[in-house]
């Protein structure tokens, strides 16, 4: 399997990236080219996420990669005010209208 830490990942990231500047060298249309240029823009992020990752040691699997994304959705302040009723932002602590207590915290 192709964990974050594995020596295989690096020159799969590698050859994708690779291939996509290949396919945009060689497209005839603007359209597909830039398509490529932007595709091939995700795993040159990919391999400076995981080289990162690799020096620092930090998710040996894809498992804890996910468990480490948070599950409290961002503040919506970016919404119009009809839609901050429908849907409130979080209080400043990020607990919600309940608070602390309403959590079973004290």
Do not use: H
């Amino acid at each position: 399997m192709l964990e974050p830490q594995s020596a295989a990942f690096f020159p799969l990231l590698i050859v994708v990236f690779v291939g996509l500047m290949w396919w945009m060298a060689v497209a005839k249309q603007v359209v597909f080219r830039v398509l490529a240029a932007c595709l091939a823009f995700l795993p040159a992020m990919a391999f400076g996420v995981a080289a990162v990752n690799k020096y620092y040691d930090y998710y040996q699997n894809w498992l804890t990669n996910l468990q480490d994304c948070p599950t409290v959705p961002p503040r919506r302040a970016w919404l119009p005010r009809g839609l901050l009723q429908i849907f409130p932002p979080l209080s400043p602590a990020g607990q919600g209208r309940r608070g602390r207590a309403g959590l079973g915290c004290r």
